[in-house]
């Protein structure tokens, strides 16, 4: 949740032209990883709870690729890529 409210953190500070770009994937990424945790866990099932961690990865690994683009881009408030849990 907090990497979460981080990205909605930094992509509020990026060009209004990002807003249907990388602003949305990295939105949309950003949510889906505790979604998909607290999906898993409402199951109740163990096995469902790690099929449902194994889903959130590739989405934590999406936002990652998009924290480094939009850093190389120069894009939001540099100093909030320096927090540890923006890039988590």
């Known amino acids: 949740m907090e990497l979460t409210i981080a990205t909605y953190r930094l992509t509020k500070g990026f060009p209004r032209e ?3 770009g ?4 990295m939105t949309r990424s950003a949510v889906s990883v505790p979604s998909n945790i607290a999906e898993g866990f409402g199951r109740m099932n ?3 709870f790690k099929r449902f961690l194994l889903i959130a990865r590739p ?4 936002l990652q690729t998009q924290l480094e683009i ?5 894009l939001g408030d540099s100093s909030l890529f320096d927090q540890p849990v923006a890039l988590s």
């Open 18 to 20: 990002e807003v249907f």
């Open 22 to 25: 990388l602003t949305s994937q």
């Open 46 to 48: 163990r096995l469902e």
């Open 59 to 62: 989405s934590n690994c999406e």
């Open 70 to 74: 939009a850093s190389f881009l120069g």
